[in-house]
């Protein structure tokens, strides 16, 4: 996961507590998710939800509450439902989406899983490593567990273009051009905005030569 910086004031369709979907709702969460399911990260999904962090259930308080409107691809949004509301949360500086979960990508495109790790025993990341294991690991229906094979590839060619840029920086005839030009790249791999962002920052984490020289640029 990532964190994410909300922005105000409320879109005006709010006020007016008839839609939560309003297209400035959508347009504002868009710009602050970067186009991006704040679940699984997927960018530019087929399929968005305005989704409610906590489920209103009835509750216009919650339903039309600016703070508890989020970007979710639908399927995260289905996958969360009522049954995930005490997660961390992306958009309170004081959490640390990205750092609580540690994710590391499938193996090969058709991999069967990705790791998903918990870094500490707050209830509310434990709870987010389960949402994410049903996101990423998920087959308890056959629907699920195709679209989750989706995803995972998905994941893995992404985690692709790191592996090009590590393999150029590690190359034994790489000139010193060379090894900050794939510096560079991967930088821009690790940005927020880009997808899967977590799985490659942690990567790199992993990495005892690279950790030292990117970690700064983990925002
Ligand atoms: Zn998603």
């Known amino acids: 996961m990532f964190n994410a910086i909300r922005t105000y004031p409320a879109p005006e369709s709010l006020a007016e507590a008839r839609a939560y979907d309003g297209d400035d ?14 679940i699984c990260e997927t960018n530019d999904p087929h399929d968005i939800n305005v989704e409610h962090f906590f489920a209103h259930e009835g509750s216009a308080d919650l339903k039309y509450n600016w703070n508890n409107l989020y970007f979710a691809c639908s399927r995260c949004n ?14 309170d500086s004081a959490q640390d989406a990205f750092r609580s979960v540690k994710l590391l990508p499938p193996m090969s495109p058709r991999g069967k899983r990705v790791i998903i790790t918990a870094t500490n025993d707050h209830p509310r990341t434990i709870k987010t490593t389960e949402l994410l294991t049903k996101v990423f690991n998920s087959d308890h229906t056959v629907n699920k567990k195709i679209s989750s094979e989706f995803l995972r590839a998905r994941v893995f060619k992404q985690y692709n273009l790191l592996l090009d840029q590590i393999d150029s920086y590690f190359d034994p005839i790489a000139t010193p051009d060379d090894k900050e030009r794939s510096i560079e790249r991967m930088k821009i791999l690790i940005q927020r905005s880009m997808p899967y962002s977590a799985f490659i920052r942690w990567c790199i984490l992993e990495d005892d030569v690279l950790a030292p020289l990117l970690a700064e640029y983990m925002d």
């Not at 959508?26 to 991006?36: E, M, S, V």
């Not at 289905?78 to 992306?90: L, P, Q, R």
């Open 78 to 91: 289905n996958i969360k439902s009522n049954a995930f509301n005490e997660i961390i949360d992306c958009c």
């Open 25 to 38: 709702v959508y347009t504002a969460l868009r710009n602050i998710f970067f186009d991006k399911c704040y």
